[in-house]
C-alpha cells in the first residue's frame, strides 16, 4: 500500500512510528479495493506479560488453534471482533467424519455433536424435477458418524466453552488495529481496540495467526503475496442460505438433498432431530448463476421461488416454495474463494482457516481445512520444540500448504454438480438416470469430502480418457505452432471458467514437447514408463485406407520426476512406419522422442481440456504426422503437477539426459 505525503505525515504528528504495519479498519464492499487506515486512539492499556502466541478471529480453525496451542502449554490469547452473540449467527456447516475426529482430538465428544446437530445418513443428488442421480452413504464406520450437520453457531459455541474450560482466554468485541514485528526482536506487538469503550489494549505476543476469514486484514497488511493484490475469486454466483425450524421432515429425516446442476442448486438438511411430530430444523442454501446478489428482504423470497419455477424445480418429497417462504430471515453472499496464495507466513505472523485458503462451500470443505489446520499446528509445535514460534509457523505451512491449496482447487471444480448437469444436457427428462452417474459421483465426491494427504505417486485416472477417445473430435481448434482464432477462443474460455495457470496454458498447447517441457522446469529427467500396450485390430475404415497403418495400439503411458507421477497419458496410436512401429514395440518411449527419432513436426490439433477431479487439468488432442504417425490422446496430471517441490533440485545438463 503507498500513502500519500500528507498521509505520512498525519501518522507522524500522531506519533505513529514508520515500522508498524496497520491493519485497515474495513476492507470496503466486496467487489472494491478500498482499503482506509484507522488512526490509532491516544489512551491504551499495556499488557505487561511474558509474550503469548495470539489468535485473531473466533473462527472453526481460530479456536481449534487456540486449544491446540493451550494443550502444547502456550497460554493463547484469542481476539475477536464480533460479540459472543454474533458468533452464534449464521447457517449450518456439515461435519464429515475426518472433521468428527478431528474435534474429538480437542476435545469434543461426538455425543455432543450429535446432540447439537443431526446425523446424516445419506447424501442424494437430484435433478430439479425430482429425478434421482445418486447417493452418497454417509452412515460411518461403526465408531464414528460419516457426517454430522450442525449450526454453525452451535458450533462455535461448543468450541469457545471448550476452550475457556482449557484456560484459553477469549476476548471478544475486540478488533485488532495494528501489528508490528519489527520494533521488539521477538516479539509481536498487536493493537486491539475495544468496540463497546474505544480503549485500545497493546499486547506483547510472541506470534500471531491470522483466522479472520476469507476478507482476512492480516492478509492483505501483511502476507507477502498478497500485499497490494486481493487474491479473492468472485465465481459470478450468489448464495441464499437460511434456517426454518419446525419444517415437516423430508424423506427419511437423515438425508441431505443436492437438487441442481451448475446454473441454479438447492442443497437441503437437517440440523436437529425431529420431534414426535416430525418437526425438524432445515438448513438451505441456493446458489445462483447471477453477478449480484438480491439483498433486499422484501424481495428475496419472491425472486428464490421465481428463480426455483424457472428453473423446473419440482421434488414431490420437499415443498422448496414453503421452506422458503416460513425462514424468517435470509443471509445472500456472493460466491467467492481464494486464489492460492503464494505463501502463508511472513515472520511470526502466519495465515490459517479461510484467510489462508478460503474454499468454495462443496462438502462442507473450509469447515473441514480449518479443523486439519489445527491438527498440523500441533505437529508444527511437537516437531520445533526449540523455538515454538517462527520455526512452527514455518512447518506448519510446509505440511499444510500442498494439501490445502489442493482441496482448495477441488472444491472450485464443483465436480459433482457438473456431474449432474451433464444428465440435465444428455438424458431425457422422460428417462430414468443411468447408474454410471451415481458411480461417478461417489467417486469424485470421496476426493472432496475425505480428502487424502496428497501422494502423486498414487493418482489415479478417472473414466475421462475413455469417453474423450470415443467421442467425435472437433478438429483443428489448436493448430501448432499458431493459436487458431477457435483455438484461442477455447483458451480464453478455460482461463475464465477452469481459472488456468500460465504454466498449465504452456502445456495445453504442447506438442510432442511435453518431457522436455517438465524436464526443463524441474531440471530433472522425466522417466516414461508404459502401463498397457495392447494391439488393436485395425477398424474397417483403416483397412479401406490407400496407406493402412502397420498396427493400431492402445497405449497407457505414466510420466515421473524421480517417485513423483505427474501425468498419465492414454492414447490410441496408428503407426505405418517401420522404424516407429519397431521403437514402440522394444522401448519405453514417450511421444517427443518417438517424434525426433524420425525430425516430424506433427499437426497438432486441441479438442478439449478442462479440470481434472482432483484439481489437475486435462486435454485431449491429437497429432498427425501424415502416413508416418497419427495421435489422438488424453493427458491427466496431476494437482501439483507444477508444484513438486520435492523435485526441484538442480542437476546439471551433462546429467540430465532429456536435454
Known sequence: MKLSASSVAFLLASGISRCTAFIPASLGTPRTSNFPISAVPTGFSVQEENAKPIVVGASVAGIASAIVLKNAGLD???????????LTEGAGTNLQAKAIVALNSLGVSTSTLIEAGAVITKQSYYCPDGRHVGTLDKSGDGKTPGQIAIHEGKLSDILLDTAASKGVEVMTNRRVSAIDQTSSPGRVTVKAKDASTDDL???????VLGADGTDSKIRWAHVSGSENRDPRHYHGMSRYRGVVENFPSFLDGETMIIAGGVGVKAVVYPIGTPCEKGLQTINWEIAVDEQDENTDPSTQKGHLIDLLSTNGFNLDFLDLKSMITETPSI????????????????????LTGEAAHGMLPVGSGETMAGLFDALALKEALEESKSDPTCDALKTFEK?????????QSRCRVQPAEHIVQEVLDTIPGTSEVPLEYEQRLREVMK???????????????????????????????????????????????????????????VALTCAGNLQMVFSSYYMQPVDVVVDKMIQCELSDSDKKMSNPPIVVYDREVDMFIGDSMFCKATCKVKVYDDE???????????????????????????????????????????MDCKDIIDFDIVEEFSGDAWDMKQMTSVISSEEHPTL
Open 580 to 622: 516407429l512401429y519397431e521403437a514402440l514395440e522394444t522401448q519405453d518411449v514417450g511421444i517427443g522422442q518417438l517424434l525426433r527419432l524420425r525430425n516430424l513436426g506433427p499437426l497438432f490439433s486441441l479438442h478439449d481440456a478442462g479440470r481434472s477431479n482432483d484439481g489437475g487439468m486435462w486435454r485431449f488432442y491429437s
Open 201 to 207: 489494549l497493546v499486547l506483547d505476543g510472541s506470534m
Open 331 to 350: 443471509r445472500a453472499f456472493p460466491m467467492v474463494d481464494l486464489d492460492p496464495l503464494e505463501k502463508w507466513t511472513n515472520g511470526r505472523i502466519c
Open 76 to 86: 493463547a490469547i484469542l481476539l475477536e471482533e464480533c460479540s459472543r452473540d454474533a
Open 447 to 505: 476426493l472432496v469430502q475425505d480428502p487424502p494427504n496428497h501422494s502423486v505417486a498414487s493418482y489415479v485416472p478417472s473414466t475421462l480418457a475413455q469417453k474423450m477417445l470415443l467421442r467425435p473430435k472437433a478438429a483443428g481448434m489448436v493448430t501448432a505452432p499458431t493459436v487458431t482464432k477457435a483455438g484461442g477462443d477455447l483458451i480464453d474460455q478455460l482461463t475464465l471458467s477452469q481459472r488456468l495457470t500460465p504454466l498449465e496454458r
Open 399 to 407: 505440511l499444510r500448504f500442498k494439501d490445502a491449496s489442493l482441496h
